[in-house]
């Protein structure tokens, strides 16, 4: 409330409950910037932000208790509680605020809001403004105009706090062992799901409830299909299987990707590609420090790609041209690095005023090269040995003020993930 300008209110609308197919409920998931702000998570919320109000500058519009629907659907806070179990100023309840929230606007000269997330709720916002210009020969003062919070509210989220980073490395601590935990139960013949199975059974053992995005379980050429997420292909004895799952704990999100050999052996041709981008991986993450932009990782990754499919030969050309081209797109097609948080691809702008923005202590961005050779490819003269191989190596790194801290310590160096998948192999 202190960036806002004088004068102005914030609206933030919680997210609302979705079906599935007809009375049966998706799992709610409270929207990230609501959650940030008031740590609730029932639907059908509205959280106000009125500095200088006299009566509370921070009010929650939330549903009332019902003894019914508490019976099958679990206790409610409710706006009697609110204050007591959130430590906002006031609440009331949601079924009232379309005659309430009107006066808090009136008045006002700007509304700081997120404006398309909930179209129904903009609908009503819209049309509680018009009605207090429709006053305006009465004396009314309507809002003068709408700002979007994400400005104040994502630039806030994008530096984590020592309570935050707490979370994110439980995050990551049960990702990580999920997926070791995949690597000692791989077995050829097993289908992708039953291996995203153990990944789901670690996550909820070990208190994280839900995965944080969709597993992707790609084996053999799936794993060349960036967001794969039908799972439902047999593992072979001589592929790779590329995993990128993560958990969602207390809200905070972890994203790790590991590629290995459904054999518990890679073979000369996949050890090669994959050192590549182990290395590739390694030298992002050397690349995050204070100071350093937003695309350093990026680019210190793809140099390290790009000399390697040029030393086996897989690329032809100069390294410099190869770069400045992006001729290299075809094997490697995504940048390296998104922010890491509540959401996993998180807020906050990669570029301020045009030019990448500089990292800082607190800010958590992944580190993810990947190779990925399609049956298809045509770049470059390819070997059946090369064709249908998809690689990526991905870990999630804080900034610190020294450098940076590593959250994810699933292994990867080549020697421990056949350790690990020998000894799954004689349990």
Known sequence: MSLMVPGSVAVIPGAIQRYRNRDTEHLFRQDSDFYYLTGFSEPDAVLVLAPERSHGEVILFCRERNARAELYNGERVGPERAAEKLGVDDGF????????????????????????????????????????????????????????????????????????LKAMREAARITSMAHERAMRCARPGMTETQLEAELVHEFMTNGAHTPAYPSIVGSGANACVLH??????????????????????????????RTFPVSGRF????????????????????????GATFSDPHVAAVSVMVQGLLDLKLLQGELTEILETDAYREFCPHNSSHWLGSDVHDVGDYRVDGAWRELEPGMVLTVEPGIYIRDDASTGALAPRWRGIGIRVEDDVAITSEGHEVLSHAAKDVSDIQQLMAEGASL
């Open 267 to 290: 073979s000369k041709s996949q050890q090669a590609l994959y050192e590549i981008v182990l290395e590739a991986n390694r030298a992002g993450i050397d690349s995050c420090r204070p």
């Open 93 to 164: 309840p949601i079924n009232d605020i379309e005659e309430i929230l009107p006066g808090m606007l009136e008045g006002r000269e700007r509304i700081y809001i997120t404006l398309g997330a909930y179209p129904d709720f903009d609908k009503r916002l819209m049309q509680w403004v018009s009605a207090i210009r429709a006053r305006e020969a009465g004396g009314a003062i309507p809002p003068g105009e709408f700002h979007a919070l994400k400005h104040l509210l994502h630039e806030q989220r994008l530096v984590k706090s020592a309570l935050e």
């Open 228 to 257: 794969y997420v039908d799972n439902a292909s047999v593992l072979k004895k001589n592929d790779l299987v590329l995993i990128d799952a993560g958990c969602e704990y207390q809200h905070y999100a972890a994203d790790v990707t």
